[in-house]
C-alpha cells in the first residue's frame, strides 16, 4: 500500500481521481482570490460558494475507499487528532458567524421596526440607535477574540508542521490546505461584519458624504467596494449628527443590508453542513 501512496503522489496529475481535478481547481480559484479579491461583500459572498465546492469535492473523496486507506496509512494519531481538531475550529468559526449574522439581523430589525411605526418619535430613534451601536460594540469584541484565538492556534499549527514537506499530493495534504484556506475565507467573514478595516478620520467622512447621493448597493454587485454594514454603520452616524428630515436612504440602506446578512447566513449554514459531513466521515476513518 506504502507503494501504491507513493506512486499516487508522484503522478497525481494523470492517475487521480476526477474528484481530485476538481478539488484542486477550486482550491486555487479561492487562494487566487485571496490575492486579487476586494474585501467586501460580494467577495465574501463568492468566496462561501467557492468554499462549499471545495468541501463538496472533499467530501466525495472521503468516499473513496482507496482515498480512506491512503489517509488512516498516512496519519498516526498525533495526526488525525490534528485533522480532526482542525475540522472542529472550522465548524467552531461558522457557528461564531452566524451568531453575529443573527446577532446583526435581530439588532437591525428592531432598528427598522422604530423607525417603520414611527414609535417614539426623535428619542424613540435615538434610543434604538444607541441599542444598534452598543450590539455592534459587543459583537466586534466578540469577533476581535475570536481572530485572537485563531491566530494564536495558527501559529502553534505552523511550528509544529515546518518540518513536513510541502510538494506531496495525498490526500493528508488536500485535507490541510482546505483547512487553511477555509480558516482565512472565514477570518475574512469575520473582518467584514466588525468591519475592522483601518480607515482614517477623513476617509470615514468621505463615505459619510457620499449618502447624500443616494445609490442602491447590492451584496452580489461586483463593483461594491464597501460593504452594507460599513454603509449602515455610516448612514447611522450621519443620522445622529445630523438628524435630517428624511430617512429614506438610510432604510434603504437597512434593505440592503438586511438582504447581504441572508445570503451570508444561508451560505454559512450550507457550508457548515458539508463541513459536518467530512468531520463525520474522517471521524469514521479515524475509527477503524
Known amino acids: 500500500m506504502a507503494a501504491i501512496v507513493h506512486t499516487r503522489c508522484n503522478s497525481l496529475p494523470s492517475a487521480s481521481h476526477p474528484f481530485v481535478s476538481q478539488f484542486e481547481e477550486h482550491l486555487q480559484r479561492l487562494k487566487g482570490s485571496e490575492a486579487t479579491t476586494p474585501f467586501s461583500s460580494s467577495s465574501a459572498c463568492c468566496k462561501l460558494d467557492g468554499l462549499q465546492d471545495l468541501h463538496e469535492c472533499t467530501c466525495r473523496l472521503l468516499q473513496l475507499p482507496t482515498e480512506q486507506r491512503a489517509l488512516a496509512q498516512e496519519c498516526d494519531n498525533k495526526c488525525s487528532d490534528d485533522i480532526l481538531e482542525g475540522s472542529l475550529r472550522l465548524l467552531d468559526i461558522c457557528s461564531t458567524a452566524k451568531d453575529c449574522l443573527m446577532q446583526s439581523k435581530e439588532s437591525l430589525n428592531e432598528l427598522q421596526s422604530i423607525i417603520r411605526r414611527r414609535r417614539g418619535g426623535d428619542t424613540g430613534f435615538a434610543v434604538a440607535a444607541a441599542k444598534y451601536s452598543s450590539s455592534r460594540k459587543i459583537m466586534k469584541k466578540t469577533i476581535r477574540k475570536a481572530l485572537e484565538n485563531l491566530k494564536a492556534t495558527k501559529n502553534e499549527v505552523m511550528a509544529s508542521s515546518s518540518n513536513k514537506d510541502n510538494n506531496t499530493f495525498s490526500m493528508l495534504s488536500f485535507l490541510k490546505e482546505a483547512e487553511e484556506v477555509t480558516q482565512s475565507s472565514l477570518e475574512s467573514l469575520l473582518l467584514l461584519i466588525s468591519d475592522r478595516k483601518r480607515r482614517t478620520k477623513h476617509s470615514t467622512w468621505s463615505m459619510i458624504s457620499k449618502l447624500v447621493q443616494p445609490k442602491r448597493v447590492e451584496c452580489d454587485s461586483p463593483e461594491s467596494d464597501t460593504s452594507e454594514f460599513e454603509m449602515v454603520d455610516a448612514a447611522l452616524q450621519s443620522l445622529t449628527i445630523h438628524k435630517p428630515s428624511s430617512i429614506e436612504y438610510f432604510q434603504s440602506q437597512m434593505e440592503n443590508l438586511e438582504m447581504c446578512i441572508q445570503d ?18 474522517l471521524l469514521n476513518i479515524f475509527s477503524q
Open 264 to 281: 451570508l447566513e444561508l451560505r454559512v449554514e450550507q457550508l457548515s453542513r458539508k463541513l459536518i459531513r467530512s468531520r463525520v466521515s
